[in-house]
């Protein structure tokens, strides 16, 4: 064994080298037209931008929509990457303007045609053109793609049924804006500027019927979206929540002065990130009283506890930076008086 | 032979059988791969949209220890303001360095000493001060005596305001919008306690003032063949893994981590070489103990530039480092290996590192030095002996070749065919020799990690920029 060429160990090894050795001819040949049909695509694309681009700007600053060149099949990917990149970039008549050109070349017959039977690439292309033309006759198509796994492809077609029609697509969608954990906030709070009055009525008139469990995320998307929510929905959300997640959002949300009697309650919580925010709410809306507890607040066990009392001190209107250095006068404590220092180096108050 | 097998058979069973198994992992990752940034093509033009910040974006503080780092220092944080992110502050934590850094930092960036409230965290070497930037108000200097880059992480997460941090070496040059992309998985996914990006070298590259301006090749051989490794090891390793949610390094170079869970898990360990892959895999161990859901995620796109060495020396001590290191990170959390709650940290890729990377070095030099002994005491044939060497060497110059195709698919980021032409030269060319050199140094630092001997930080001699892949 081991000897001879035909032994079968050997040739085994070698014909795991052979196919080693024909993969990496096929793969150096895979690199090679991958590089040929990019610098291909490349041109081709550069030379339909220098064409289309004039166009499209010519088309956005004048009254009436240009003479359009023939858009041939083969192109249409290019320009609706080139059209929904201006789209992205320019906001209000400019919008109108560029939808007026995409009908007059039938590129929504083009998106709905790529959102049926194009490849994910161009289906998320497709998604994207049926949101900014507000394509009616996609709704049921789009509704089909807001309910998919896929994260990006789902958004977008969210965003689309709210141009589409704000009130419908947020009564549609609440549930989904609420559960689906991989459609970041963030994006979601652009998507709804356009929708957010929609967005707050169905908000507000059903948050108390809803889950619990979905009440962080209902506030996290009104803190993005500048809503205030009803005060008793914060009152009986901060009195009702099971979860210190909800509590700590709900006392960073909370906006109402009506709120400082309960919130007062929850300066001596047991988890630190609650005193945290409640010591900030008690910044904000506090009285003379407050201040006295917010003055305890400086010897809390927690760094961010103390940090968000001095800070909290230092921004209410009847204390301020003056009262502070004072305050640091006659305060003993070390790590208070240490807090005390940071928070008036923050606000550049050098103690005498 | 008509008897039982004998140990030469045997032996050379084992060892077609190792590469075999190495290699067809290797593949695996790369199929996972290819997946992976299909999918990532296929998104690629949402990414490509005008981005709006909300604000809304989570605050990440920058950590970037410095030690004798006077020369680039100033240019590497100017460059960081550049970073396109709503919400960032830097901190550099000077780690008792012996030149003028933090004389540099306080010149150019208008510092003035900043009383501080102390915040006990993690336990660092003492800070001697802080200070804070007149010019830019996310910019804190930390002045502390030297504990090594893993103390001076811990003085920063100490420090750090945001929920975020990111741990960034001194000399790496960060793309523009690296924050922006690492983050995405954190906003995507509650559970993401780290991301880390594509860290690729910078020789070659043209660097201004601590910016990336043109990608390029270096003309030294030995930072070529990094090149080539970077690729592998960051397109199909890490990606591969972190399909798996099994990502068991993330490069000291450039990640991003959530500070609550870093310190819930003690901070990084000072007492260990390779500080950032130990912290992942103790992270992976100690949130599979707890049941708590968690993902830790790679990010594909190049997000930092770094100098790799280009002496002999210098690159024979780094590689000698990163396997102790691995070595120590593998031990102090050997709970993880096969544990109940493991998962496949546990069960695939901890594993897969043990035997492949950690005692690799002994099997594949065990493996050549076997044959050649084998061949010369006439117990194999010359056949045997040289299909072992073109099955070897097949395999290996495979995947470096997919590593390159990886990249074609994904990111083309050497744009002319002479780039491509030398890589597919040096494909070739680091499987004769080079990947032979790299296991010999890494069984030396095997051997080191057993003796428990030393190996200090060696002096990199840099032109400019610089860090690791593992």
Redesign the interface.
């Known amino acids: 064994?081991?000897?001879?060429?035909s032994?079968p160990?050997?040739q085994?090894?070698?014909n795991?080298?052979?196919a080693?050795?024909a993969?990496?001819l096929l793969?150096?040949a895979?690199?090679?037209h991958?590089?040929l049909n990019?610098r291909k695509s490349q041109r081709l694309e550069e030379a339909f931008i220098d064409l289309w681009r004039p166009i499209l700007m010519q088309s956005i600053s004048s009254n009436s929509t240009p003479q359009l060149p023939q858009l041939p099949a083969s192109s249409q990917v290019y320009f609706l990457?080139l059209w929904?990149?201006l789209q992205?970039?320019l906001r209000g008549i400019a919008n109108e303007r560029l939808n007026e050109v995409a009908l007059e070349l039938r590129c929504d017959v083009a998106a709905r045609a790529l959102l049926k039977s194009g490849?994910?690439?161009e289906r998320?292309?497709a998604i994207?053109t049926l949101a900014h033309l507000r394509d009616k006759k996609s709704w049921d198509a789009l509704v089909v793609q807001a309910n998919r796994d896929d994260?990006?492809a789902s958004i977008?077609a969210a965003r689309a049924l709210i141009n589409i029609d704000p009130l419908e697509g947020t009564s549609l969608l609440l549930p989904m804006l609420l559960q689906r954990?991989?459609?970041?906030?963030?994006?979601l709070?652009?998507f709804l500027g356009s929708a957010e009055q929609a967005f707050w009525l169905h908000l507000s008139k059903n948050i108390l019927q809803m889950d619990k469990s979905l009440w962080t995320r209902a506030i996290q998307l009104a803190d993005?979206l500048n809503l205030q929510l009803p005060l008793q929905s914060m009152r009986y959300i901060i009195e009702h929540c099971d979860s210190t997640e909800t509590l700590v959002t709900a006392l960073r949300k909370a906006g109402e002065p009506a709120l400082l009697p309960l919130v007062r309650n929850y300066l001596n919580h047991a988890d630190w990130r609650v005193r945290v925010e409640a010591a900030g709410f008690l910044g904000r809306f506090g009285d003379t009283e407050d201040a006295e507890a917010l003055m305890a607040g400086l010897e809390d066990s927690q760094?961010w506890v103390?940090?968000a009392a001095a800070q909290a001190l230092a921004s209410m209107p009847f204390f301020g930076t003056a009262q502070l250095l004072a305050l640091r006068a006659r305060t003993l404590n070390g790590?208070s008086l240490?807090?005390l220092?940071?928070v008036l180096?923050e606000h550049q108050v050098r103690p005498s | 032979m008509s008897g039982g097998i004998t140990f030469t058979e045997l032996a050379t069973w084992f060892i077609f059988a190792y590469f075999i198994l190495l290699n067809g992992s290797y593949i695996t990752l790369n199929l996972l791969s290819i997946f992976a940034l299909q999918k990532s093509n296929e998104e690629k033009l949402l990414e490509s949209l005008p981005q709006v910040f909300k604000g809304l974006e989570p605050g990440i503080s920058i950590l970037v220890p410095a030690y004798n780092e006077e020369t680039t220092i100033t240019a590497s944080i100017r460059s960081m303001f550049q970073l396109t992110y709503s919400e960032f502050e830097i901190i550099v934590i000077n780690d008792g360095s012996k030149d003028k850094t933090l004389e540099v930092l306080t010149r150019e960036f208008a510092l003035l000493p900043f009383p501080a409230a102390p915040r006990l965290g993690l336990e660092t070497k003492p800070i001697r001060g802080v200070y804070r930037s007149m010019q830019y108000p996310n910019l804190r200097v930390i002045d502390k005596q030297n504990g090594g880059k893993a103390d001076s992480l811990n003085a920063g997460i100490n420090a750090a305001r945001h929920p975020l941090f990111c741990g960034v070496d001194a000399d790496s040059i960060l793309a523009r919008d690296s924050l922006q992309l690492v983050v995405k998985p954190f906003m995507k996914h509650p559970e993401m306690v780290a991301t880390g990006g594509t860290v690729r070298v910078a020789n070659g590259c043209q660097v201004t003032d601590g910016s990336l301006i043109k990608v390029g090749l270096p003309s030294n051989v030995w930072a070529l063949f990094q090149v080539v490794e970077y690729l592998r090891a960051f397109l199909f390793g890490r990606l591969g893994w972190s399909k798996l949610n099994a990502m068991l390094i993330i490069s000291g170079a450039f990640g991003l981590f959530k500070t609550d869970v870093v310190i819930a898990a003690g901070g990084y360990r000072s007492n260990t070489i390779g500080e950032d892959m130990e912290l992942v895999v103790r992270i992976h161990r100690m949130l599979r103990e707890q049941g708590t859901p968690y993902r830790i995620e790679f990010v594909p796109e190049p997000v930092c530039w770094t100098e790799a060495p280009e002496d002999f020396k210098t690159l024979k001590n780094q590689r000698i480092r990163w396997q102790r290191g691995l070595s120590e990170s593998l031990s102090s959390n050997w709970g993880l290996m096969l544990s109940r709650r493991g998962g496949p940290p546990g069960w695939l890729a901890f594993p897969f590192m043990v035997f492949f990377e950690w005692l690799g070095p002994v099997v594949e030099l065990g493996g050549y030095f076997f044959m050649i002994y084998a061949y010369a005491f006439g117990l194999i044939s010359w056949q045997a002996f040289v299909v072992f060497l073109f099955m070897a060497i097949g395999l290996g110059i495979l995947l470096s070749v997919s590593g390159l195709l990886l990249e074609e698919i994904s990111f083309h980021m050497y744009p002319k065919f002479r780039h491509l032409a030398v890589l597919s030269l040096v494909v070739v060319a680091e499987n004769f020799g080079y990947r032979q050199l790299n296991t010999w140094w890494r069984l030396v630092g095997l051997y080191r990690w057993v003796a428990q001997r030393e190996s200090a930080w060696g002096e990199m001699k840099r032109k400019g920029v610089g860090s690791k892949p593992k």
């Open positions: 064994m081991f000897n001879t060429f032994d160990y050997i085994f090894a070698f795991i080298g052979l080693a050795a993969l990496t793969l150096v895979v690199i090679i991958l590089r990019l990457k929904n990149y992205e970039s490849n994910r690439a998320l292309l994207l994260s990006l977008h954990q991989d459609w970041d906030v963030a994006q709070a652009n993005a760094w103390r940090y790590t240490a807090m220092d940071h180096a």
